[in-house]
């Protein structure tokens, strides 16, 4: 595979926030599938994938974004930040809603995912905006799988 195709398919991102803690923190690296025009062909309940930050209208910005750059910022704050989350797929298109997921998605619970959305959320729940507060994420909006965590820079 030659570089400029890797480069499409693959992106090393950096998490910012503590959404993910303790599968991942704020600093780490983590090699990324890129998803291509299908979007979320394939994508698989307990993945991790960056998607695409579209808060609820009237929220606040905030929520912690994953970097090209390596910089610590919350998405919002810099123009030109990339609004993107990292967060862990509980359930794809066709899946039961599972319980308690908050105000966002209350009413679906035990309801089939809608096709072509998944529920997300972050594994430290006290600090995640996730499926819980803006309910069910896109496929289209789905940027990639997190293949693995990268040995940090030296």
């Given at each position: 595979?030659?570089?400029?195709?890797?480069?499409?398919?693959?992106a090393?991102?950096?998490?910012?926030?503590?959404?993910?803690?303790?599968?991942?923190?704020?600093?780490?690296?983590?090699?990324?599938r890129?998803?291509?025009?299908?979007g979320?062909?394939?994508?698989e309940?307990?993945e991790?994938?960056?998607?695409?930050w579209?808060?609820?209208?009237?929220?606040?910005?905030?929520?912690p974004?994953?970097t090209?750059?390596?910089?610590?910022?919350?998405a919002?704050?810099?123009?030109?930040?990339?609004n993107?989350m990292?967060?862990?797929?509980v359930?794809?298109?066709?899946?039961?809603?599972?319980?308690?997921?908050?105000?966002?998605?209350?009413?679906?619970?035990n309801?089939?995912?809608?096709?072509e959305?998944f529920?997300?959320l972050?594994?430290n729940?006290?600090?995640s905006?996730?499926?819980?507060?803006?309910?069910?994420?896109?496929r289209?909006?789905i940027?990639?799988?997190?293949?693995r965590?990268?040995?940090p820079?030296?």
């Amino acid at each position: 595979m030659n570089v400029l195709l890797a480069r499409r398919r693959l992106a090393v991102l950096t998490v910012a926030g503590a959404s993910m803690e303790p599968s991942y923190r704020s600093g780490d690296r983590v090699l990324v599938r890129r998803l291509g025009r299908r979007g979320g062909a394939g994508i698989e309940r307990g993945e991790v994938v960056i998607a695409t930050w579209r808060p609820p209208a009237g929220h606040p910005p905030g929520e912690p974004a994953v970097t090209e750059d390596g910089s610590r910022r919350r998405a919002g704050e810099q123009p030109g930040a990339r609004n993107w989350m990292i967060k862990r797929v509980v359930a794809g298109p066709g899946d039961p809603v599972p319980a308690g997921l908050g105000p966002a998605l209350i009413a679906d619970t035990n309801k089939p995912v809608p096709r072509e959305r998944f529920v997300v959320l972050g594994d430290n729940a006290a600090h995640s905006h996730d499926s819980r507060h803006i309910g069910y994420v896109e496929r289209s909006d789905i940027v990639g799988v997190v293949i693995r965590r990268l040995e940090p820079r030296r």
